[in-house]
């Protein structure tokens, strides 16, 4: 993929600073093809395991409907924000991947994927978590965002 060039260009992290700042969030917005060429974003929560973004999922949906008929996704995070109006802008840390969706089939990525969910999103709750997962593994489904390009932007004022 052919990269554009970044609108204020001095706000562009590098690829290690993209990636810091996308393993400090937890949610972002999905957007996939949907029906008449419009796009379709949904809200979702994600993790990083391995620089690698993950999305826990129902198996079924609108979502999982439009990513059997293209793969191709984009996926943007913002990370922190906070409006400052003595100086009427904000601070920013943001993220945009762009790639294409992957069910995961394989069940050890999969487990380690949730696990890392319940380990680094709901710390203390392992018991509870780790039995949901044993209970749940084969009623969810579990993207991963096969990445193209990412970028990642920061204004900190």
Do not use: W
């Amino acid at each position: 993929m052919n990269q554009h060039p970044m609108h204020k260009a001095d706000r562009q992290l590098s690829p290690e600073e993209t990636l810091t700042i996308l393993k400090k969030g937890d949610h972002g917005t999905l957007s996939v093809n949907g029906d008449d060429g419009y796009p379709y974003a949904t809200p979702v929560n994600y993790i990083v395991v391995n620089d690698t973004v993950y999305i826990h999922s129902a198996p079924y949906g609108y979502k999982m409907e439009c990513l059997e008929k293209s793969k191709k996704c984009c996926f943007s995070a913002i990370v922190s924000a906070e409006i400052i109006p003595s100086k009427i802008t904000a601070t920013f840390e943001s993220v945009i991947i762009t790639g294409d969706v992957a069910l995961v089939s394989d069940q050890a990525e999969k487990r380690t994927a949730l696990e890392a969910f319940v380990t680094q999103k709901h710390p203390g709750f392992e018991d509870v978590g780790f039995k949901m997962i044993d209970k749940m593994i084969d009623k969810t489904a579990l993207l991963r965002i096969d990445a193209k390009e990412m970028t990642g932007k920061a204004y900190r004022g």
